[in-house]
């Protein structure tokens, strides 16, 4: 069972920076490819970005593309969702999570979620 805890979430303006933290428990944590969803108000939950086992595989949703960046500290076993250029389209939920494959659509392990607002 793996344990995942989101922090970081915060308002901004347009423009600005945030950087979200998940801290993992249970489990190996090097051995789970790890991903960031989001959900924005009344709307679908959406892929973000996602980092393979040992972090040299990444990949990121068009629309935070050059403005995101998923990083990993397997020692803190800790997975980092730096975010510049925020836009208001980028409110959401930010839903950290876990499992054995990598870029799978229902990620098996799931954080409470970290609220991201920004305004214009």
């Known amino acids: 069972q793996v344990h995942l805890v989101e922090s970081g979430g915060a308002s901004v303006q347009a423009g600005g920076s945030l950087r979200l933290s998940c801290l993992a428990s249970?489990?190996?944590?090097?051995?789970?490819?790890m991903s960031w969803f989001r959900q924005p108000p009344g709307k679908e939950r959406e892929f973000v970005a996602v980092?393979?086992?040992?972090?040299?595989?990444?990949y990121y949703a068009d629309y935070v593309k050059g403005r995101f960046t998923i990083s990993r500290d397997n020692t803190k076993r800790t997975v980092y969702l730096q975010m510049n250029g925020l836009i208001p389209q980028d409110t959401a939920v930010y839903y950290c999570?876990?499992?054995?494959?990598?870029?799978?659509?229902?990620?098996?392990?799931w954080g409470q979620g970290t609220q991201v607002t920004v305004s214009s």
């Open positions: 999570t876990a499992d054995s494959s990598y870029g799978i659509e229902n990620p098996r392990y």
């Open positions: 249970g489990g190996t944590f090097s051995t789970y490819a």
């Open positions: 980092i393979s086992w040992s972090g040299d595989m990444t």
